[in-house]
């Protein structure tokens, strides 16, 4: 099982940027093995998918509606994913939350195929 902490929400205005990180642990955590996702859920609506990573090649994909705007890195030495948003919008103001999933997953933006999850962080961004 793989324990993931997010952290670094907070309070923005809307062209400002924000970056929050996602610690991945466990006894028997081996990053090469999972693709890990970031998702959001604005206030009363579903959950969506934000962008997804793989540890191994460091490979992304992103929804359309962040692609260009947000970017997922990694600290392979800490087991640190990143997701660095610039440009934040008030529409992405939600609780944003890591997942993660079997490599063999790559490409899924569906948070069924996301076994393990974070407690989420608030993203709130004003106009």
């Known amino acids: 099982q793989v324990q993931l902490v997010e952290s670094g929400g907070g309070l923005v205005q809307a062209g400002e940027s924000l970056t929050l990180s996602c610690a991945a642990s466990?006894?028997?955590?081996?990053?090469?093995?999972?693709?890990m996702g970031w998702f959001r859920q604005p206030p009363g609506k579903e959950r969506e998918f934000v962008g997804g990573?793989?540890?191994?090649?460091?490979?992304?994909y992103y929804a359309d509606s962040v692609e260009g705007r947000f970017t997922i890195s990694r600290d392979n030495a800490k087991s640190i994913m990143y997701l660095l948003m610039n440009a934040l919008k008030p529409e992405d103001t939600a609780v944003y939350y890591c997942?993660?999933?079997?490599?063999?997953?790559?490409?899924?933006?569906?948070?069924?195929?996301?076994?393990?999850w974070g407690q989420g962080t608030q993203v709130t961004v004003s106009s």
């Open positions: 990573f793989s540890w191994s090649s460091g490979s992304t």
């Open positions: 997942a993660a999933a079997d490599r063999f997953a790559w490409g899924t933006t569906r948070s069924a195929d996301f076994g393990s």
């Open positions: 466990g006894r028997s955590f081996r990053s090469y093995e999972y693709v």
